[in-house]
């Protein structure tokens, strides 16, 4: 659960309980006068929160709508709600006596607080008790209608925030043991996109839920039937997760591409196709805050998946720089328009045509996000898309832990590198055990090990999943590609088998 989101709950509850203690009347007054202190103490947290400007927390004041909208409604209804709560409990505050109150602390006496406890600041109010009374029933009438709100548009972002997520975090502790099993589910719907790409629902059993819950902007690997041994290929999520446990992927047909052809050809609703369960570290860490989304061609896919969950399931603005070779080429075109017109205040839709605009180089891209804020950015398209997308974040301002890449294929086929002139001595541990090999020049890790008869857990053999990784606790390897690992794993050792080699003459992993 995001940090703003936690104050935020916790906020509410003791508001909750001050409105609950507040209705007993005189009964439980000395309690209702420390809810109040808590109160008080919360909103100008809140306020000094909105001055800093926290990395996480939205702003205190909405956005200006540029037309009526629920969302600018609850956000001014929620402004209202806290503004009326702290001023009945700042008057509230002083029509009492709060040196006395304070005094009742152990160890504290009356005369630590002098004739502080004596200051009327709500004397010029003329009948306080009526003011306050005014404030603290316009409060709970607010209370009231936003509970109404959260109740009728909000249930998804209550529920989250009361129960927290449902999806563990990418890990970083050890790998398993053993591969990832692939699982058959059947294809519920099939929705075509464009002339040569489509989009395919899978349906997920309730036992399976858990395991496939899933993050916007992680993929999964499928392995389809089209060649022998069967080819693996990622595809990312296109939605987040549905209520019913439903994933979508978006396939894009290419050109002399055997898995991609296979599956926009055969693949109907009713058909099963196999897969592991969700992974990859392209994911927003906070959906409350701002995101600049930037993507070229099928690199769409996962920032459709991230716009979505923002603005139904967050409080945070996109801006979505979205460059295709033409109108007939735009994924998602109906889709991205309905999501503008639902959210007009916190969604900005910038589409760039190769065709008539020419490509986006990083100079382009620049003057388009001229003037957003500096917030969390995601790339993904062709490599050099990303790179020219890459130095214009640079240029806005945007430093490198906050730029996020996600390249939209699989790592091209690389050539084995003679790393030195004889074999490296190679000790892995695996399930508990130790053992000893040889790897010979240019040779993976994975390779070597499956050569004697080990079996590390392995699925893509492409550097794409993630499956096959392992820790380096002695020695140094590197690895030929990596659209996995991100910069804190790499620093903790950790490399995949299948495209790591030995580099020092003695190496040593462990699973």
């Known amino acids: ?12 509850l003791l508001a909750g309980f001050f409105v609950a203690v507040y209705l007993t009347g005189d009964d439980a007054e000395l309690l209702h006068v420390w809810l109040g202190y808590g109160l008080a103490g919360l909103l100008l947290a809140r306020l000094l929160i909105a001055l800093l400007r926290p990395r996480g927390f939205p702003r205190l004041l909405p956005a200006q709508p540029r037309k009526p909208s629920l969302g600018a409604f609850g956000s001014w209804l929620t402004l209202a709600t806290l503004a009326s709560l702290a001023l009945a409990s700042l008057i509230g505050l ?14 504290i006496g009356p005369e630590v607080f002098g004739a502080a406890s004596d200051i009327d600041f709500v004397g010029w109010l003329g009948d306080a008790e009526e003011v306050h009374e005014f404030f603290a029933n316009l409060a709970l009438t607010l209370v009231g209608l936003h ?5 009728l548009f909000r249930r998804k972002l209550a529920w989250s925030m009361l129960r927290g997520p449902r999806q563990p975090a990418p890990a970083s502790g050890p790998a398993p043991a053993a591969a990832p099993a692939f699982v058959a589910l059947e294809i519920s719907a099939r929705q075509v996109e464009t002339a040569d790409s489509a989009s395919f629902s899978l349906r997920v059993p309730p036992a399976l839920r858990e395991r496939f819950a899933a993050q916007p902007g992680q993929f999964v690997t499928l392995r389809v039937p089209c060649a022998e041994p069967p080819l693996l290929r990622c595809y990312s999520l296109s939605q987040p997760v549905a209520a019913d446990g439903t994933l979508r992927i978006t396939v894009k047909r290419v050109p002399g591409g055997r898995a991609s052809n296979w599956l926009l050809d055969q693949l109907q609703p009713g058909a099963r196709v196999e897969l592991l369960p969700p992974a990859g570290v392209f994911v927003s860490r906070d959906l409350d805050g701002d995101h600049l989304l930037l993507g070229a061609g099928s690199g769409i896919t996962p920032l ?46 910038c589409i760039w045509l190769d065709a008539e605009q020419g490509l986006p180089d990083s100079r382009a891209i620049a003057t388009k996000i001229a003037g957003w804020p500096r917030a969390e950015a995601f790339v993904c398209g062709p490599q050099a898309f990303m790179d020219g997308a890459a130095r214009a974040l640079a240029e806005h301002g945007l430093e490198s832990p906050r730029i996020h890449l996600e390249r939209f294929a699989s790592a091209a086929p690389t050539v084995a590198r003679r ?13 508990g055990r130790r053992r000893e090999l040889d790897v010979q020049p240019g040779e993976a890790l994975l390779e070597a090990m499956e050569a004697v008869g080990l079996q590390p857990p392995q699925a ?27 910069a804190a794993q790499l ?16 190496l040593a992993v462990e699973y």
């Open 1 to 12: 659960m995001a940090v703003f989101n936690r104050f935020r709950l916790f906020h509410w």
């Open 94 to 107: 002083g029509m009492v006596d709060n040196g006395d109150v304070l005094a009742d602390l152990p160890g």
């Open 147 to 151: 509970i109404g709100y959260v109740l």
């Open 304 to 349: 459709r998946a991230i716009l979505e969950a923002v603005l139904e399931q967050g409080r945070g603005r996109v801006f979505l720089f979205y460059a295709s070779r033409d109108a007939q080429s735009l994924i998602f075109a109906e889709e991205l328009a309905a999501l503008a017109a639902r959210h007009p205040e916190r969604l900005r839709l």
């Open 419 to 431: 790393i030195g002139p004889r074999a490296s001595r190679l000790q892995v541990t695996l399930d």
């Open 460 to 486: 893509c053999r492409s550097g794409v999943c993630g499956a096959c990784r392992c820790r380096v606790v002695e020695g140094e390897a590197r690895m030929r590609s990596n659209l996995v690992l991100d």
């Open 491 to 506: 620093r903790q050792g950790w490399v995949l088998a299948c495209q790591a080699e030995p580099v020092s003459a003695r």
